[in-house]
Each structure stands twice: as C-alpha cells, then as structure tokens.
C-alpha cells in the first residue's frame, strides 16, 4: 500500500539537467535523460498548475494523453529553453484583454458578447453567464466563451460605466 501511495505522490522535477525542450513542427518536443538514460519523449503539452497566480512557475509537463511526465519548478531556470516554454504557454494561455464592452445580449441561455480587445474587436458567446465569469481580488474577471477561448478583464472597476452596467450584475 505505501509503495502505491509513494507512486502517486511522486513529483519528477524537470530540470535543465535532465529535460530538453525543442520545437516539433508546430508543437513542443522533449528529450529527458534519467539514469543515463536518454528518451525523445516527443510532443509535450504544458499546463499552468496554478493559472491565475503563477505564470511561469509550476508548469506541469504532459503527453498528448495527459500523462505527467514532470513538473517545472520556474522556466526561468531553462536559459536557452526559457524563450521556448514562455511562446508556448503564452500560445496555449493565449486570453485577450478585455477593454470596452459594446454588447452582451442574453438569447436561449447564451450570451452574446461585442467588445473591444488589446487585439482588436471580438464577438464571442457564453453559455451560462453566471458560471462562465469569474471574479479574482482586484477586479480581475476572468470569462470562458462556449468553445473555451479566454478573456480577462484586468479590473472591472476601471472600466467605462456603460461597460461596467453590463456585467455589474454578474460580478
């Protein structure tokens, strides 16, 4: 019983000793060496452990099948690797700044939202307005649309008032 327990608390540390990260087409790759053994582990994905609090720390490192291969404590430590992994979690974390809201109509439990971004002016729907927004410390609000893509608005409060009514009530 102990040595299943001791398995599924184990955390392997990536480290630039150990693991090597390298661009595979349009994906990540990654060669790891543990025991002197060396293993092109292939296509890695990168997942943020604690996403609104730490952005380039604790970054789970992943198979295609979301089998964890190893955690990065700081991708800081990676120096030539570091540019590499920051472009692809900023790839996969990819979330538009939210800075004006023009509209955000409710139809058939969705809502449809027309704003205006730090990458220009997106329409998105949201199923379930309530559960889809998120509110942080600070006035930060996070908002999941129906196909996943993330918006943040940095703080609500700071928003124009016309902006501010329309999502008040969700807040």
Do not use: H
Request: charged share 30%.
């Amino acid at each position: 019983m102990a040595s299943t327990f001791d398995k599924i608390i184990q955390i392997t540390y990536l480290t630039p000793e150990n693991a090597v990260f390298y661009p595979k087409g349009d994906f990540l790759g990654l060669k790891t060496t543990f025991d002197g053994t060396e293993e092109d582990r292939g296509i890695v994905r990168l997942r943020r452990m604690f996403p609104f609090e730490e952005l380039w720390q604790n970054i789970s490192v992943m198979t295609p099948d979301s089998e964890e291969i190893g955690v990065i404590r700081d991708v800081s430590l990676f120096g030539a690797d570091e540019k590499l992994l920051r472009s692809e979690l900023e790839r996969v974390y990819f979330t538009p700044k939210i800075k004006k809201i023009y509209s955000m109509k409710e139809k058939y439990g969705f809502s449809n939202w027309d704003v205006e971004t730090d990458v220009g002016r997106i329409l998105f729907s949201v199923k379930d307005t309530f559960r889809s927004l998120l509110s942080l410390a600070g006035g930060r609000v996070f908002i999941t649309d129906v196909d996943g893509g993330r918006y943040e608005i940095p703080d609500a409060s700071l928003l124009d008032k016309a902006s501010y009514r329309k999502i008040e009530l969700y807040l």
